[in-house]
């Protein structure tokens, strides 16, 4: 599986982004898939994640109530939806997929996942 990711770019802090990573080659199997983040200097960190076959969601604390994790299953692409951004919302955004376990599977853990794209740079500025 190979993924993409766009969208990301600079926005004043209360604004909106919207980043898309598109999935190609073996899809017609089922993932978890995910997005993760990473501020200079600082560890990767989970954002999002999504069960592509139940649709059921996780969400870090940080981001809950201001980011929704979607996907949209004929364009084989995943999507999160950045609302009322802060300036430490700055950092590159992973998108990540790994072989569904269960229909109702999820995992904050980015040692599970298999697949990564190339990253997406999000700046905010305050």
């Known amino acids: 599986v190979q993924l993409q990711a766009s969208g990301g770019g600079l926005v004043q802090a209360g604004g909106s982004l919207r980043l898309s990573c598109i999935a190609s080659g073996r899809t017609s199997s089922s993932y978890v898939m995910a997005w993760f983040r990473q501020a200079p200097g600082k560890e990767r960190e989970f954002v999002a994640s999504?069960?592509?076959?139940?649709?059921?969601?996780d969400y870090a604390g940080v981001v809950k109530g201001r980011f929704t994790i979607s996907r949209e299953n004929a364009k084989n692409t995943l999507y999160l939806q950045m609302n009322n951004l802060k300036p430490e919302d700055t950092s590159v955004y992973y998108c990540?997929?790994?072989?569904?376990?269960?229909?109702?599977?999820?995992?904050?853990?980015?040692?599970?996942?298999?697949?990564w794209g190339q990253g997406t740079q999000v700046t905010v500025s305050s």
């Open positions: 990540a997929a790994m072989p569904i376990r269960s229909i109702f599977y999820t995992t904050k853990d980015e040692s599970d996942y298999n697949y």
């Open positions: 999504i069960n592509w076959s139940s649709g059921r969601t």
